[in-house]
Structures are given as C-alpha cells and as structure tokens.
C-alpha cells in the first residue's frame, strides 16, 4: 500500500476517533449533573416533591449541579481546542449545551443570591420574583409566568394585610400556594391572595384592617430554600382567578399606623413588616 494511502487512512482513523471523543455518551459525572438539575426543577415546581425531601436537598442538589456544570463547561472547551488542533474538527454542541446549562443552573441562581443577600437600599422589603417573571425566587426557571411578588420575610415573622378587606379563604390549598389567605376589598372588586404560611392567624369571615396580623411566614406549599423564604403576595380583580394584575403599582410602602391611606382606590402596602 502506497504511503499516502496509509496516511490517508490514518487521518480518517483520528478523525473518526476525535469525532467520537466529541460526541460520546454522557460520563458518569454528567449523568449526576443531569439528575441534580432534574431533581432542583422538580423540586422547584411540585410541593409534594419540595415538602418531602429534606430541607437542606434540594439547595445541595443545586449546588453540585452548579459545580459539575461548571466543570463539564472547562472540559468541553478543552475538548473542542483538543479536536481542531488534532484533527481539525469543530464540534460546537457540546459548549453550547453546557453553557445554556451554566447560565440556568449557575449564573441565574447566583444573581438571585447575590441579590437576596445584598442590604436593601431603602427599608422596602426585598422582592425576589417579581409580576410576570420567568424565574422563581431562587433564580431558577419557571414553567409560566409568575403571578404575583415573591417578598422577602425570615421565617416566623408576621404577615400583614395590605389593606382592609374581609377573609374569604383560609386554609391549606395543598398545592404550590400552600397555606393560603385571600381576602376580599370591597368596594373596589379586588382581593389578594397570600401563600406559603407557616401559621394562618384569621379565619373566613373575619373582618381585617391594613397592617392586621393575618399569619406567619412560612415555607408551605412550594417550599423555599433557606435565605429565600417569602410570602407570595397576588392581587385578583373579582372572582376570576387568572384576571391578575400587578401588585406592584399599588404599593405606597410600608404599613405606617400614623399614615392616613386613600379610600377612593385600592392600594396596598407590604405584608412583611419592614
């Protein structure tokens, strides 16, 4: 057989090595970086998952997550600068797929963080999804928009109401929203909605004032990890469930006692204390 014949085939034979070095099956560490995502997005999406597993699980999941993504993210560069300088063979599916993977299992997470962490600028309680998002409190990926404002509450300390109004619902929904407590403002057509008490302190039919002690802040429902504990505050127009609404916009502040609030319109203040 000529020389060049044989080097040809040699060139084949390392280019088909390469390709398959490229694209082979996931590792056993890959595998584990899988199951660590799947368990943090269920976890993140289904409270009888979430208020079974141990507490610490679900933030150890994510964290391992984060490191074996970070790795498989090195490695697979290293791979793709390994390939070209040998065989000349670029193969960009496997940086790609690990850097989508960086940014929803690291990066997001980690800027939710920071941002949790970080002293508020002002005394306003710190929101941490807000109307509309995407991701949940801890930065994580959400299968629909998010309905309300995830505001920020250490675990135990009073929820309040963010306006006077009339308890229509107290009691354990048994899904994402868990302990839950609507009340009703009339006469403007509205109610909110709260969720993830530890401790409901109304019942239906109560009569409540603005600033009123209705419960406690809890993890209920769609529990959330440590340093991310909140009350979901919602803001519903008449009995249409999904006829939703910003809460935001009608937020003058914090519940001040000596403050005079307008009754012509709703608005409300935070249910946490600030």
Known sequence: MPESTREVIANVARLHHEVDAVTARPTS????????GALVFAGSSSPSIAQRVPRLLL???GAVGAVL??????SSLRRLVRSYRDARVLSFTPVVVTFVALVF??????MHLQRALMPSRDRAPRILAGFGDWFGSEGYPLFRRHRGLDVQGRPGSDVLA??????????????????IVVIDHDPHGY?????????????????????????????SGQRAWPGFEHVHLEVQRGRDINAIEDPLPRIVGCFDETQLYTAARLVLTYPVKC
């Open 29 to 36: 560490r890959g595998w584990l970086l899988w199951v660590a």
């Open 59 to 61: 933030p150890a999941a």
């Open 162 to 179: 963010a306006a006077d109004g009339r308890v229509t619902v107290a009691r354990d929904n048994g899904g994402l929203c868990g302990l």
């Open 69 to 74: 993504v970070t790795a498989a993210l090195v």
């Open 105 to 110: 299992l690291v990066l997001l997470p980690t």
């Open 191 to 219: 109610r909110t909605v709260y969720c993830h008490f530890s401790e409901i302190a109304v019942r239906v039919g109560d009569g409540v004032k603005r600033g009123q002690r209705i419960g406690a802040v809890g993890t």
